[in-house]
């Protein structure tokens, strides 16, 4: 892509984009008195302006209702988890029935791997990417364990090779390869969340079937930031978060994906609740568990109505939009930071006083792939011995970035409601930094 360093051009990418309406549905944080620079989306999504009424109408049909919410209103309380449904399905590319919102992220990855990982003596490994989110690397290590395995021999961990940052496909694939028949699960993030690399979902899932092993990921950083299709792909079970790139509040609800040649059979092994019971029988309360067909049958508890009500707000939103137009915008978005960043680093540094030749070393180490298909809304950049001051600086001046030990700042445009200026200024502050500011 062709752009342009001025605040003009950046100004002009905002006039032409299409998705601008929706950054006013949006609450931003305050810094002397202005919008934040918010890029912090894949941590936290901000605050959509139709979710006070959401909650407010939920807590008056319980103050009106009563127990009876379960059947009043045009969203009853017993029904809730599919008024849901459709829009996460969508969100993920999956069928109606292949998906359900209900639990925590963390819950549903152990709920998952109680049916996707059924070790045996001779088939019991779990392949997953080196530097997962540690709620991952935990859940793999203690069901490993769990099933009496000791997790250096049971979890194998692809790394980067020495001096890359990311992962190589072709690595990952070869892992499993190499691994062959002693694979029980493949579990990978969807998106990494420390370097943005976004996985080959497809290719791996691939691979996990060439051995008999089941594919399953976990999307807490994908869903909402890049188009999915988790149906097509024959990936066996995924789980996501609701909070990240998907705005749905501070421990939000999270969305759970079995696929339907596993979840329409009724003797497929999980750990059940009542909420999975066959609701046309559930109220029998009888002995014996007869499972919903497709993921609801992995719901465990009545549905938490009002984290899932401001989620249902949010997936609206994203049903409006599509997750096509979003990704469209996002390249852009993702692109032209990157190309501001990258600015700095070289020759397009301010003048030195003393008539130096600029330097030419990288100050502003992009750690995410450079290439697009390889990555969603997230740049993570590895600072230098100044990292941690610069971060602060940036803090001063307005922007809410992340801070990752060692040295990785992280910042993730959102295209749902960042725009091209929020870019021009983040960069314009980085190349103000100065190292003994
Ligand atoms: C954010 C995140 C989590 C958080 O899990 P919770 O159970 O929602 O606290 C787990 N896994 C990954 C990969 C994440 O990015």
Redesign the pocket.
């Known amino acids: 892509m062709n752009f342009q360093p001025t605040f003009a051009y950046a100004q002009d990418l905002d006039k032409a984009d299409m998705l601008r309406p929706y950054r006013q549905r949006f609450f931003f944080p305050k810094h002397n008195g202005k919008n934040v620079l918010y890029f912090t989306g894949n941590s936290l999504g901000l605050q959509p302006h139709g979710v006070e009424k959401a909650l407010r109408k939920e807590l008056k049909n319980w103050r009106d209702y009563g127990v009876e919410g379960h059947f009043k209103g045009d969203m009853p309380w017993m029904h809730y988890h599919k008024f849901l449904q459709g829009q996460s399905a969508r969100l993920v590319g999956a069928l109606e029935s292949e998906v359900v919102v209900a639990n925590?992220?963390?819950?549903n990855l152990h709920l998952l791997m109680a049916s996707f990982y059924r070790p045996t003596k001779q088939r019991f490994k779990i392949i997953m990417e080196a530097g997962?989110?540690p709620?991952?690397m935990y859940a793999m290590e203690t069901q490993a364990r769990w099933h009496g395995f000791d997790p250096d021999q049971a979890v194998i961990e692809v790394a980067p090779r020495p001096g890359e940052e990311t992962l190589r496909t072709e690595d990952i694939l070869a892992t499993i390869a190499q691994h062959g028949d002693t694979v029980a699960t493949v579990m990978f993030?969807g998106v990494n969340?420390y370097t943005g690399q976004f996985f080959d979902l497809p290719k791996i899932t691939e691979a996990a079937h060439a051995v008999g092993a089941f594919a399953g990921f976990?999307l807490?950083?994908a869903a909402g930031n890049l188009p999915l299709h988790l149906h097509d792909w024959g990936v066996d079970f995924a789980c996501w978060?609701s909070y990240?790139y998907l705005n749905s509040g501070p421990g939000g609800p999270?969305g759970l994906f079995v696929h339907e040649k596993h979840g329409n059979d009724p003797n497929f092994p999980r750990f059940a609740g009542w909420w999975g019971y066959d609701e046309s029988t559930r109220f029998l309360m009888r002995k014996g568990f007869k499972p919903m067909l497709g993921a609801a049958g992995w719901q465990l508890s009545n549905a938490q109505i009002l984290s899932m009500a401001a989620h249902k707000v949010s997936l609206d939103m994203f049903d409006e939009v599509g997750m096509e137009l979003l990704r469209e915008k996002s390249l852009r978005l993702t692109a032209y930071l990157e190309y501001l960043i990258e600015r700095l680093n070289t020759n397009h540094r301010p003048p030195t006083t003393d008539n130096q030749p600029p330097t030419t070393v990288n100050r502003f180490n992009i750690i995410t792939p450079k290439n697009p298909e390889e990555r969603g809304a997230q740049l993570s950049i590895l600072t230098g011995a100044e990292g941690k001051k610069l971060f602060d600086y940036l803090t001063e001046h307005g922007v809410i970035a992340d801070w990752r030990e060692p040295n990785v700042i992280r910042v993730a445009p959102v295209p749902m409601y960042n725009n091209f200026k929020d870019c021009w200024r983040l960069a314009d502050l980085l190349g103000r930094f100065k190292t003994d500011e």
């Open positions: 925590t992220l963390t819950t997962a989110f709620s991952d993030s969340y976990d807490a950083h978060c990240k999270s």
